[in-house]
């Protein structure tokens, strides 16, 4: 194991402690509907989303210019460790 990834979030819970990134809950369950996150760098943006397709899957998009250019669907905690990677390297400048 990587000696950072306990601080990779593994959950959509833990992507929304960050403020970076905002969370839509349903009003009368409170389960997550969308997380999304708008990355800035450089002139460049990109959107990263995830949702909920079926349980225990989640669909993780990257758009850019508003289309969609990378699709995974996947287990909630891969999905939230990719996106979190995702942003790590568009702030790099590798993505």
């Given at each position: 194991?990587?000696?950072?990834?306990e601080?990779?979030?593994?959950?959509?819970?833990?992507?929304?402690?960050?403020?970076?990134?905002?969370?839509?809950?349903?009003?009368?369950?409170?389960?997550?509907?969308?997380?999304e996150?708008?990355?800035?760098?450089?002139?460049?943006?990109?959107?990263?989303?995830?949702?909920?397709?079926?349980?225990?899957?989640?669909?993780?998009?990257?758009?850019?210019?508003?289309?969609?250019?990378?699709?995974?669907?996947?287990?909630?905690?891969?999905?939230?460790?990719?996106?979190?990677?995702?942003?790590?390297?568009?702030?790099?400048?590798?993505?």
């Open positions: 194991m990587d000696v950072h990834d601080l990779v979030p593994r959950s959509v819970a833990e992507l929304g402690a960050d403020p970076a990134w905002t969370v839509t809950r349903t009003g009368t369950t409170g389960q997550w509907l969308t997380a996150r708008v990355l800035e760098r450089d002139g460049h943006s990109r959107l990263i989303g995830l949702t909920p397709i079926r349980p225990g899957a989640v669909a993780l998009m990257l758009w850019v210019g508003g289309e969609v250019v990378e699709h995974l669907r996947t287990t909630e905690a891969e999905a939230c460790a990719m996106a979190y990677r995702w942003a790590a390297e568009f702030f790099a400048g590798n993505r």
